[in-house]
């Protein structure tokens, strides 16, 4: 099961040698006639190799764009109806430096292997093939079911526009699409994000480029207009939060909360404050989650070790600073007990905006600006979702060619003539058709808070994998640097790869980090129910509470399963160090200019080299 070190024939294409294509058999009028199997085999499913034509820009766009979801427009809401403000600027805080450990671990790792299915590769060949494969299937199928989910979401933010009603004091809502029309939009979405991940990958990386801009643009726009209005500019009307602030000392709604920093709304409740800390943060954690998106890209990208150490050190920093600031502006302007905020556990939190900035720009006489923001929102779910199909493709990918059968790699670990991997795609799509659960209950939009809880457990075991994986990674190397063989010290090494600091310290925290949300990313939902006797009315029932549970868990279950499974089936055991030494020597690499020493540049080097990430 060891990993050859021209995994899949892909690494070649480093350098700018693709592989020269097959030749097309000739058929003679005595040859047997193809079949129309043969002919779509040899048509769309014949090389083996991907196309490197990912620049620098195209590859921080992927990121960016699959950062920058959902999730910063509705988990803030949710963050600050929990926490308060101040609870949600720390929660992304904590959140951030959690993801902060993993990516310097990732960024070192993908310096030296940057193979496509990186992701895969690292716990492979570092720990154990058994735990490649668990890490393989989860973070595949977590990344289809957040192209579900956001799918989703967009077509329920298609339901929130609004018009001014016969009062001009007062805007009424369209009302909720019925499932028909909402379903409509589903597989509209799906058909554009299908055709969209098929046409290559340099056309997807320029559209990402664009994307990419329009939500940079746009958020920009957002902390912009929270200072306007938080300035009193726009006419704040009498239920503003300026204007409520006085009155929450007094408020007794009835809203349910989970256990929190402040009062939670429950009868009788004394519960510590750290549950509240770690629920903000877990659901923090969703929001920041796609920093890794870089790395999958490891696979096409044109130059691997100059381009994805970078991308993978400082681009995710990017969406979650972002998060950071308009979390902290939007806080100015929206009561933490507003009855608009998103409450995911309380029994009316259907029909309501849930997003902190529509429900800012609705307490102000800015009469045009929540349809503008809705249609946002609906863009940035829908964009997220087209990455995530990307992603899982490019994970099916390499998962078929490493470790499937000889019709799974012929079907999915296989690309066409313009270098797509069809097949992955069309695997991936058909499992993103989860996004039709979204119409089975009008209620809760359970199915989506579910499978929103499956991928954040699910990438969490990612996570901490990679984590683990960095701390053999390095224990391998200081191995031979106590043999005198190499170093990770030597000035070889940090001249050719990205040598993180202050590690393993950033691994283990990235991987206690991880583990914490894993283990107790179930705790609010178990709470209520096991207490919900003695809780104020509001709460949801209980069954949808034990669906909170089942996706909190079900990822991580799952992966334990997998990992395993194949270990006992396959009689896997853990890689000795003494194993890894040629993993560190990859020649097929040697072709690519070495990246340059950033230390040894002026600061005009670093404003192009901060530059050439954004643009």
């Known amino acids: ?58 590859i921080t766009s992927i990121a960016f764009s699959g950062m920058v979801g959902i999730g910063l427009f509705v988990s803030s809401g949710e963050l600050i109806a929990i926490a308060g403000p101040a609870g949600c600027v720390l929660a992304f805080v904590i959140a951030g430096l959690i993801i902060f450990g993993v990516m310097r671990s990732l960024a070192e790792m993908v310096s030296v292997r940057p193979f496509s299915g990186a992701l895969i590769d690292f716990p492979h060949t570092y720990v154990d093939p058994a735990l490649g494969f668990a890490v393989g299937v989860i973070y595949m199928l977590a990344q289809c079911v957040c192209t579900a989910t956001l799918t989703a979401s967009a ?65 920009v726009f957002l902390c912009l207009l929270m200072i306007i209005i938080s300035t009193d500019v726009g006419d704040q009307k009498p239920d503003s939060a300026s204007a409520q602030k006085h009155a929450r000392r007094n408020h007794n709604g009835t809203y349910a909360l989970p256990p929190s920093f402040r009062w939670t709304g429950y009868k009788g409740v004394s519960h510590p404050k750290l549950d509240g800390h770690e629920t903000c943060t877990m659901l923090a954690m969703f929001a920041c989650m796609g920093g890794d998106y870089a790395i999958v890209t490891a696979g096409e990208a044109a130059r691997p070790r100059n381009d994805l150490p970078i991308a993978a050190r400082f681009m995710y920093m990017v969406p979650i600073g972002f998060y950071i600031l308009t979390s902290f502006l939007v806080g100015f302007n929206v009561d933490y007990f507003d009855k608009d905020l998103y409450h995911p556990y309380a029994a009316n939190n259907t029909d309501l905006p849930h997003s902190p900035f529509t429900v800012a720009v609705r307490h102000t006489n800015i009469r045009a600006l929540p349809n503008v923001l809705n249609a946002f929102f609906l863009f940035s779910a829908y964009t997220a979702a087209n990455t995530c199909l990307y992603i899982s493709s490019r994970t099916a990918f390499a998962l078929a060619q490493l470790y499937g059968n000889k019709f799974v790699q012929k079907w999915i670990g296989r690309t066409n003539r313009g270098l797509t991997p069809v097949g992955a795609v069309i695997f991936c799509s058909v499992l993103g058709l989860l996004a039709f659960l979204g119409l089975i209950y009008d209620d809760y939009n359970q199915s989506i808070l579910s499978l929103s809880s499956f991928f954040t457990g699910s990438v969490g075991c990612v996570y901490a994998s990679e984590c683990i994986a960095f701390i053999r990674f390095k224990a391998g190397l ?63 029932a209980p069954k949808y509470l034990i669906f909170d549970v089942i996706g909190a868990y079900i990822g991580p279950l799952l992966f334990l399963c997998l990992y395993l499974g194949y270990k006992v089936y396959h009689e896997t055991s853990s890689r000795s160090l003494a194993d890894f030494e040629d993993s560190y020597f990859l020649p097929e690499f040697d072709g690519e200019a070495a990246p340059a020493n950033v230390g040894i540049r002026d600061w005009k080097y670093r404003v192009r080299e901060v530059w050439s990430l954004i643009k």
Not at 26 to 54: A, C, M, N
Not at 499 to 524: D, E, H, N, V, Y
């Open 478 to 540: 200081d191995r031979l640097g106590s043999q005198d063989v190499f170093s990770r010290d030597d000035p070889a090494y940090e001249q050719k790869h990205y040598r993180a600091s202050w590690q393993p310290l950033c691994a283990w925290f990235g991987l206690g980090g991880c583990s914490l949300i894993i283990f107790t990313s179930g705790w609010p939902a178990i709470y209520l129910l096991s207490e919900r006797e003695s809780l104020a009315e509001g709460i949801k």
């Open 155 to 219: 077509a329920r933010a298609a339901g929130e526009f609004t018009r001014t009603g016969p009062n001009s004091n007062q805007d009424v809502r369209l009302g909720d699409l019925d499932r028909d029309r909402k379903g409509g939009i589903i597989a509209g979405l799906w058909i554009i994000t299908f055709c969209s991940n098929i046409f290559g990958v340099r056309i997807y990386g320029t559209l990402e480029r664009v994307v990419k801009w329009v939500k940079l643009l746009f958020i």
């Open 1 to 58: 099961m060891a990993m050859a070190n021209n995994q899949n024939g892909i690494p070649l294409q480093a350098l700018g040698h693709a592989p020269s294509p097959p030749q097309e058999s000739v058929h003679s009028d005595s040859s047997p006639k193809e079949t129309w199997g043969q002919y779509i085999s040899r048509k769309f499913f014949s090389r083996t190799y991907l196309d490197r034509g990912l620049e620098r820009h195209h």
